[in-house]
């Protein structure tokens, strides 16, 4: 791929953007090998999670490309917007846990890559900002959608509306992301994360993705009922006969996705 470089150890893979020259910008190029790239790491079997990050020390990912967008018409316009969206939605609903380690600016479709993400951490020079209504336009890749549910209406209104910057101190307060590192420890940061992650049982990890993505779009009491029953489900498992077995014998757990 010559936007994306993957790197995949003992059931991690790293997926870093590689535009460093635009500051990691989204094209439609680099859309396309995001959307196949997680494509197949959803179906590689030796991957377990992974971390998203962009390449150099100045920006995870600082926008979308402007040159393109200012090009596009009505029509052109919803397209490349549905188009985002759908490459976001399949990160959002992969099974296996997604980190974003946000390294620097995460601006416009930066920002809502990130938000796409299952967790967002990131270093102290991080910035997260929606500046699209400074553009002429508001944000396209879900970020209307994203972010009020993540930190609420009130706080996602005023990053929309204002089209400021928020330092990465703020983000951890406001709920943006939830882990906050010096740059040099941002990737051993994530990976330490990823790792405890990975230890967990890997039936447990689908389904508890499953429960909060799919629940929290439903009413509450129907949220709850879809918990019950992914929570029966696990109860035939054989990692939960290892999990709670290892717990009660003192021992590590010794899961096999069973």
Same mark, same amino acid.
């Given at each position: ?65 402007? *040159?393109? =967008? /200012? ?5 052109? +316009? @919803?397209?490349?917007?549905? %188009? $985002? ?69 009130g706080v996602a209104l005023d990053l929309i509306l204002s089209g400021e910057m928020l330092p990465a101190a703020d983000a951890l307060r ?9 740059? *040099?420890? =941002? /990737? ?5 994360? +990823? @790792?405890?992650?990975?230890? %967990? $049982? ?28 992914l929570f029966g489900l696990l109860a035939a498992t054989q990692d939960m006969q290892e999990g709670m077995g290892a717990f009660l014998e003192k021992r590590a757990a010794q899961f096999k996705g069973l």
């Open positions: 791929m010559a936007f994306l470089a993957i790197d995949i150890a003992d059931r991690l893979a790293w997926v870093t953007i590689q535009r460093p020259e635009k500051l990691n910008a989204l094209n439609n190029d680099v859309l396309k090998e995001l959307e196949q790239a997680f494509a197949d790491l959803e179906q590689d079997e030796r991957v377990g999670a992974v971390i998203l990050t962009g390449a150099g020390e100045k920006a995870f990912v600082a926008g979308a490309d402007i *040159a393109e =967008l /200012k090009s596009l018409d009505t029509a052109s +316009a @919803r397209v490349q917007a549905l %188009r $985002g969206q759908a490459v976001f939605q399949r990160i959002e609903s992969m099974p296996k846990p997604v980190i974003a380690a946000v390294n620097g600016f995460a601006l416009g479709g930066g920002c809502e890559l990130a938000l796409a993400c299952h967790i967002r951490v990131a270093s102290e020079n991080a910035k997260f900002g929606l500046p699209e209504v400074s553009l002429g336009i508001i944000p396209g890749y879900g970020g209307t959608q994203r972010l009020p549910r993540l930190v609420g209406k406001a709920g943006l992301v939830s882990r906050v590192f010096p740059l *040099a420890d =941002l /990737k051993a940061g994530a990976e330490k994360l +990823a @790792r405890t992650i990975l230890s %967990r $049982g890997p039936l447990a990890l689908r389904s508890a993705l499953a429960a909060v993505n799919e629940g929290i779009e439903m009413p509450q009491d129907q949220g709850l009922q879809y918990e019950a029953a």
